[in-house]
């Protein structure tokens, strides 16, 4: 068990749908990352926060967003939804957010667009 | 373009030998990198890491190389164990430009025989 907490485990939704992803870091982490795994696929870094500010944007779609909140939770905002996005999309957090700064994943949220 | 490759989808080994697992990265900005193992159903988990100031990081059966110069870094585990069992992810990051995230491979699944 990393400490790092994801809801829903699993989501079934239609095409043009929006839905939210919930992250929980382990306690004392301040950055969060959100990687997608589609099928076959690597894990492709989504964006990044820190302690509530944006800090670094991958390829994520104008469709996604996401948040970083006080408490430190962050939550993903899928919109429009496309058979496309159909992945595994996981949460990881870190202490700061350093370089070397090991990023501990959360057990992912299965995405299924139908 | 794949800036870090695992060209190896799939090694079978037998328990008790060695596993060498390898990763290709074509970024020369990368300076430090890290080895995640993940089972069915669970976020990737943190293994071993290496910076680009060393040549060799060792953690109990697990020993990762890099060669700077061919932009290649391999994951030896020995004596390989049947837990072993895994995909595994080489990932690689960027200390500069102020952003730590991670690029991953599409990962080798290693099995490893009774």
């Known amino acids: 068990d990393s400490g790092v907490t994801q809801t829903p485990k699993h989501l079934i939704t239609a095409t043009g749908q929006r839905v939210t992803l919930r992250c929980s870091p382990r306690s004392g982490d301040l950055s969060v990352y959100w990687y997608q795994q589609s099928l076959d696929q690597g894990l492709q870094f989504l964006i990044q926060?820190?302690?509530?500010?944006?800090?670094a944007k991958g390829n994520i779609l104008e469709r996604f967003s996401a948040q970083q909140f006080p408490d430190l939770h962050s939550e993903l905002n899928l919109s429009s939804l496309e058979l496309g996005d159909s992945a595994l999309y996981f949460c990881a957090s870190s202490v700061v957010g350093g370089e070397t700064d090991t990023q501990y994943f959360g057990p992912g949220t299965r995405l299924t667009v139908l | 373009d794949q800036q870090v490759k695992q060209n190896s989808p799939s090694l079978s080994v037998q328990e008790g030998r060695i596993s060498i697992l390898n990763c290709d990265y074509t970024n020369s900005m990368f300076d430090y990198f890290l080895w995640y193992k993940k089972y069915p159903a669970e976020g990737p988990t943190f293994l071993i890491s290496?910076?680009?100031?060393?040549d060799k990081n060792e953690d109990g059966r697990f020993t990762v190389f890099l060669n700077k110069s061919a932009k290649h870094l391999s994951l030896h585990i020995v004596p390989s164990q049947p837990g072993d069992s895994a995909v595994y992810f080489c990932a690689a990051s960027a200390s500069q430009g102020g952003s730590e995230k991670l690029v991953f491979g599409k990962g080798t699944k290693l099995t490893v025989n009774p």
């Open positions: 290496i910076s680009s100031i060393k």
């Open positions: 926060y820190y302690n509530g500010e944006e800090r």
